[in-house]
C-alpha cells in the first residue's frame, strides 16, 4: 500500500519517543523519562475554571484565532515579561501547542528546497516538519563543551542562498541549553545582514535557573524578522489541554491563521466525551 503514500511522508521517520512514551503508558510503576512532562499537575485555579467553563455549557466553536480574551491574556503576559508589545487581534495567534504551531509556520514560510537551519541536538520534531514542509533542514552541532549554544560563526559557514530560517529552540529539548545573550545578539545581526526569518520555540521559557529568558523578538529589529512560538504545557503544566500560542508580524501570524482556519478546531470539550464507554452509548 506504501504505493498511495508521499515520498513527502516516507521521507520522515516515526518518532521514537512517542513510541516509548506509549509503552510506558502501557506499564504501572515506570517512571516515562521519554517526554517533556512537568512533575506537578495543573495548578487547581486552572482546573476548577476549566471545570465551571464546561459546566456553564462553554463547549462551542471559540473564534478560530483563539478567544480574543486568551490572545489579549497572552500579550499582557508576554509585555509583562519581556517588554514586546504585539497587538492581540492581528499579532497573536491561539494554537494547539506548539506542535501545531510548529507546523503552521513551516507551512507558511517554507518553499520546496528551502532550508532552515536547526542546531542539534534538536527537539524531535523540528527535522520533520521541515521535511514534511517540503524543506531541508541543515543541522548544526553543537556540544557540551560549549554547553550545548550554537556558535553563530557555524550558523554563518551554514548560510547559503537557499537558507530561509533559522529555528532555534532555547532553552533547549533534550540538552537543557540556554543560548546566552551575546550569541543571541549575534544570531540577529545575521538574520539581519542575510535577510532570515528566526523562528525561536520558547516553550521553555519559565524554566530557567539563574538566568533571565530572552525573548527573541524582543532584541533589536527582531520583532518584524521572527516568530516567537510559546505556550501553557510545560510552565503550568498543561500538556494535555494542548494550548499554545504563535506571537510575529502581522503578515506571517495571518498566514498562519489562514492553514489553521483550514484545518483545526479543537476545544476544551473533547474531555467531555472522553470518558470510558460514553462514545460507545452515543
Ligand atoms: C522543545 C519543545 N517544543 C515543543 C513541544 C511541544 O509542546 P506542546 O505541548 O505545546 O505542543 C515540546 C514538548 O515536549 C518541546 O519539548
Not at 480574543?68 to 517588554?83: D, K
Not at 508589545?85 to 494547539?96: I, M, S
Not at 508580524?249 to 464507554?277: D, F, L, N
Amino acid at each position: 500500500m506504501s504505493r498511495f503514500l508521499s515520498q513527502r511522508v516516507q521521507r520522515v521517520p516515526h518518532s521514537g519517543i512517542r513510541k516509548f512514551f506509549d509503552i510506558a503508558a502501557t506499564m504501572q510503576d515506570v517512571i516515562s523519562l521519554g517526554i517533556g512532562e512537568p512533575d506537578f499537575v495543573t495548578p487547581n485555579p486552572i482546573r476548577r475554571a476549566g471545570i465551571s467553563s464546561i459546566e456553564a455549557g462553554r463547549t462551542q466553536y471559540t473564534s478560530n484565532s483563539g478567544l480574543l480574551e486568551l490572545r489579549e491574556a497572552i500579550a499582557a503576559y508576554l509585555e509583562r515579561l519581556y517588554g514586546v508589545h504585539y497587538d492581540p487581534e492581528t499579532e497573536v495567534l491561539v494554537t494547539v501547542g506548539v506542535s501545531e504551531a510548529m507546523y503552521l509556520i513551516m507551512s507558511a514560510v517554507v518553499n520546496p528546497g528551502d532550508e532552515v537551519i536547526v542546531p542539534d541536538p534538536t527537539y524531535v520534531s523540528y527535522t520533520a516538519e521541515v521535511i514534511l514542509t517540503d524543506g531541508i533542514p541543515v543541522l548544526i552541532p553543537t556540544s557540551i563543551d560549549d554547553d550545548f549554544q550554537v556558535s553563530p560563526a557555524a550558523v554563518e559557514r551554514a548560510i547559503t542562498p537557499k537558507t530561509k530560517a533559522i529555528l532555534l529552540g532555547y532553552p533547549n529539548n533534550p540538552t537543557g541549553g540556554v543560548l546566552e545573550h551575546q550569541r543571541m545578539l549575534e544570531v540577529a545581526r545575521l538574520a539581519e545582514r542575510y535577510d532570515l526569518l528566526v523562528i525561536s520555540d520558547e516553550i521553555y521559557d519559565r524554566l530557567v535557573y539563574g538566568v533571565e529568558h530572552v525573548h527573541f523578538a524582543g532584541l533589536p529589529a527582531m520583532k518584524e524578522r521572527s516568530v516567537v512560538l510559546g505556550g501553557f504545557s510545560k510552565s503550568h503544566a498543561m500538556t494535555g489541554w494542548r494550548l499554545g500560542f504563535a506571537v510575529g508580524s502581522v503578515e506571517i501570524i495571518g498566514a498562519m491563521r489562514k492553514i489553521h482556519q483550514h484545518t483545526i478546531y479543537v476545544g476544551p470539550y473533547q474531555r467531555t466525551i472522553c470518558r470510558p464507554g460514553w462514545l460507545a452509548r452515543w
